[in-house]
């Protein structure tokens, strides 16, 4: 069983949020990912950059559609606010939020 760790605060007024890359695309199939947040897990697809496990990141996780994730709170309020935006560290597709730990170890394996 994997045993993922609550972590994760934000800016909610942007919906931006700080959480934490449980499974990267190197643990799961098919380039899939996993990222653990206060209201459960995100179910995501990798589409371009970097992102491993472990790692802590920003972004908009809780609706669907493609995302771009980044590494740092100013560069995720500049794109917040439909300044630059040239600083993302990847981009993903979210198939799922709020999942359950279940839901995350079937959609990774």
């Known amino acids: 069983m994997v045993n993922f760790l ?5 800016v909610a007024s942007l ?15 098919r ?18 950059g970097f992102l ?3 790692m802590y990141v920003y972004g908009e996780f809780h609706s669907y559609g493609m ?17 630059l935006d040239i600083n993302s560290k990847a981009t993903i597709w979210i198939d799922d939020y709020w999942a ?4 995350a170890i079937k959609w990774c394996y």
């Open 67 to 83: 995302k771009k994730v980044y590494d740092n709170l100013s560069d995720a309020i500049d794109c917040a606010n439909n300044l």
């Open 100 to 103: 359950s730990e279940s839901e």
């Open 52 to 54: 491993s496990s472990g």
């Open 6 to 10: 609550l972590k994760g605060y934000g």
């Open 31 to 48: 380039s899939r990912l996993v990222i653990e947040t206060a209201l459960g897990y995100v179910l995501a697809e990798w589409y371009g």
């Open 15 to 29: 919906g931006i949020i700080h959480e934490y890359v449980a499974l990267d695309d190197y643990e799961c199939e």
